[in-house]
């Protein structure tokens, strides 16, 4: 079993930064890729950013690409998302997933095998 705890969401003025990070456990970390996803009330689950095994490969929604970053510290089992020049659009529910399988796919949703709760991101304008 693996645990998945995201923490760092908040409420932000538009045109602000925050960093998220996200702590998995139970298993060793380097063996899992991590994705972000973002959901708002009423709509789908979306792809926001991912990473490989190795951070090698990275992955990021074509609109956020360039205001996010997403990065891993193996040695801490966590995974963080800076994101930068944040938008009233950027608010939503921020999900953070382990996919044990391998690294690829990570843009879909549904090779993830565990999720955390989500952290809140509310930008202001």
């Known amino acids: 079993q693996v645990q998945v705890v995201e923490s760092g969401g908040g409420l932000v003025q538009a045109g602000g930064s925050l960093i998220l990070s996200c702590a998995a456990s139970?298993?060793?970390?380097?063996?899992?890729?991590m994705g972000w996803f973002r959901q708002v009330p009423g709509k789908e689950r979306e792809f926001v950013a991912a990473?490989?095994?190795?951070?090698?490969?990275?992955y990021y929604a074509v609109s956020l690409k360039g205001r996010f970053t997403i990065s891993r510290d193996n040695a801490k089992n966590t995974v963080y998302l800076q994101m930068n020049s944040l938008k009233p659009e950027d608010t939503a529910l921020y999900y953070c997933?382990?996919?044990?399988?391998?690294?690829?796919?990570?843009?879909?949703?549904?090779?993830?095998?565990?999720w955390g709760q989500g952290t809140q991101v509310t930008v202001s304008s």
């Open positions: 997933a382990a996919d044990l399988g391998s690294d690829n796919n990570l843009r879909d949703a549904k090779v993830y095998d565990y």
């Open positions: 990473i490989s095994r190795s951070s090698i490969s990275t």
């Open positions: 139970g298993r060793t970390f380097s063996t899992y890729a």
